[in-house]
């Protein structure tokens, strides 16, 4: 079991922030899904154009996950410790 | 021609095109995925955030999220996979020129029209070789009469068109070789599952991004009780901070008229999804009418990311274990703490699933029970209920120490009968050393933390 509690709440952000920023590059141009559309007559193509579409809706989901929900998530974790360490400190005085 | 259904229309030079463009655009997605990645690696390795809350949170980003990263990556992969897949087979199986067009109403239309050919060569023919048959028995003693032979040219229009019948010839075969080649690419990619993979990964993923959205900041203070309600546990009560709320006076009137009067107790009952037992805990109440036989919680599932929160506020101790029905993975997952303004005690919840964040096993309706053995020697009435998801928290315990919490013992039962005996067996004897299981009666269980 860890006894040590520590966090750099400045490189702790900073990590965050990348995940965030990276998070959000996490996008595919959805452009290409009505191309496959346009690609071919086939049962095959409008299958994989379904396929296409659906995995996008992933990617975009994927991509909210990552760049918004994940961060809020951690930034709590440092908040906490932080909200903690400010109301401890002012109970001591 | 019946074979083909609706017009059908391929031409390679433009799959090929977009397919190129379309593995550009995904090759820059996995790089920026790869990117993600190294800001999950530093997140991992950051030497600057030690302790409890970091290692957990550390493990969340290694098995949660890198494993979406990689399920997301790999549901990309069978996705180009089947481009790919479809223009090899059509490569090899219908035309392997690169710039090759098939559009089936044109073959068709000129199949009709060959056919059309066919036939007024087959009458043209068939007349005229009569005819100079009735010419031949007529003059032929006067010299050498040629009959026309128009076989060869019917023969070479059966080859292309395939003559009187309707599922022959050169054409038939260049359309059913196409059509072939779409339902079998169609079969082979339902094969692979593909939607019902990327439709179970969203679902873990909405889970998991509803449980991350609902993450809230713990307070609890020391002299100031700012507090009416906190808590970022999912898994456990939920409590409201009120940045401009009661005092510590407040906040007892309130947890007091909370606690007496019926007419208030309503709205927080039906927030809370709790109820009262008779010694004045608080027990969820997974059956309730009001919030429609649910409780929130079910929608979140649980992780361990969530006990780190949790842990960071106030102390708590848990374990799990698993055990498999029907195929599927469960885990029961059991606490003790202090729940703030709950007051110390504890739960036990069912877990569906292997991955790092579960669901709340809402299809299990087990007979349950819980006693709490509180730090100064008093004791809870049992509470037992058919549920997934069984608590009890005593408001009169609060503020507990990790002695206190150590000092205090909770002991549950769970019916299992529900195992069949390979089942139980296999879950006895995985778990029962390790979590010092009692077997009661049959196959109910009895185990404490």
Redesign the interface.
């Known amino acids: ?2 006894t ?5 709440t400045e ?2 952000t900073e ?2 922030d ?2 965030a920023t ?2 959000y ?5 959805s452009s ?1 899904v009505k ?2 559309e346009k ?7 409008d ?2 154009s ?3 579409s ?2 996008y ?3 975009d ?2 991509k ?3 760049s918004e ?2 961060p ?3 930034s ?2 440092r ?3 932080i ?2 360490d400010k ?2 400190s ?2 001591i005085d | 021609m019946s074979v083909v259904g609706k017009s059908k229309e391929y031409d390679s030079e433009i799959v090929a095109s977009f397919m190129s463009d379309l593995f550009q655009e995904h090759k820059k997605y996995q790089n920026r995925m790869l990117q993600l990645e190294c800001e999950f690696e530093r997140y991992e390795t950051n030497d600057t955030h030690r302790g409890k809350a970091a290692e957990a949170s550390k493990a969340y980003i290694r098995e949660g999220e890198k494993r979406f990263q990689y399920e997301i990556l790999d549901a990309n992969s069978m996705l180009l996979h089947l481009y790919d897949h479809m223009h090899d087979m059509f490569s090899s199986k219908v035309d392997s020129h690169p710039r090759a067009k098939i559009k089936t109403n044109v073959l068709l239309e000129i199949e009709r029209h060959y056919k059309n050919y066919y036939h007024d060569v087959k009458e043209s023919g068939d007349d005229i070789e009569t005819r100079a048959r009735a010419i031949e028995s007529k003059f032929g003693k006067y010299g050498k009469v040629t009959i026309p032979d128009f076989e060869p040219s019917k023969m070479a229009y059966k080859k292309f068109c395939g003559g009187d019948s309707e599922n022959s010839g050169y054409l038939y075969e260049c359309i059913d070789k196409f059509v072939r080649f779409d339902r079998n690419e169609c079969e082979y990619a339902e094969s692979m599952q593909l939607p019902e993979k990327i439709d179970e990964l969203d679902t873990r993923l909405t889970v998991s991004s509803n449980a991350l959205s609902m993450m809230h900041a713990v307070f609890f203070g020391m002299k100031h009780y700012n507090i009416k309600l906190a808590s970022a546990s999912v898994g456990t009560p939920k409590y409201w901070y009120e940045k401009d709320g009661f005092t510590q006076n407040g906040a007892w009137e309130k947890n007091f008229i909370f606690d007496h009067s019926p007419s208030i107790t309503m709205i927080p009952a039906i927030v809370w999804d709790f109820r009262y037992g008779k010694d004045g805990n608080y027990h969820v109440d997974t059956h309730d009418n009001l919030t429609f036989g649910t409780c929130w919680q079910q929608f979140m599932g649980y992780m361990e990311l969530y006990d780190v929160v949790f842990d960071i506020g106030t102390n708590m101790q848990s374990r799990q274990m698993t055990f498999y029905y029907g195929g599927q993975e469960y885990t029961i997952w059991y606490w003790k703490g202090d729940y703030l303004n709950l007051g110390a005690g504890g739960e036990c919840g069912i877990y569906r699933g292997s991955e790092y964040v579960k669901e709340c096993a809402t299809n299990m309706n087990l007979h349950m029970t819980i006693q709490v053995d509180y730090a100064d020697g008093t004791k809870s009435e049992m509470w037992e209920d058919d549920t997934w998801w069984i608590t009890d928290f005593n408001p009169k315990q609060m503020w507990y120490s990790e002695a206190d919490l150590d000092a205090t013992s909770i002991t549950y039962t769970i019916d299992m009968s529900f195992l069949d005996d390979a089942e139980w067996n296999d879950f006895i004897s995985a778990n029962q050393r390790d979590f010092d299981l009692k077997i009661l009666d049959g196959k109910i269980i009895e185990f404490s933390l």
């Open positions: 079991m860890a040590e509690v520590y966090m750099d490189v702790f990590i965050v990348g995940i990276s998070g590059q996490c996008h595919l141009d290409f191309d496959s690609m071919a007559k086939t049962d095959i193509t299958l994989l379904e396929y296409t659906k995995y809706d992933l990617a989901n994927y909210v996950h990552a929900l994940l809020h998530g951690l709590t974790i908040d906490s410790l909200m903690q109301i401890i002012e109970a």
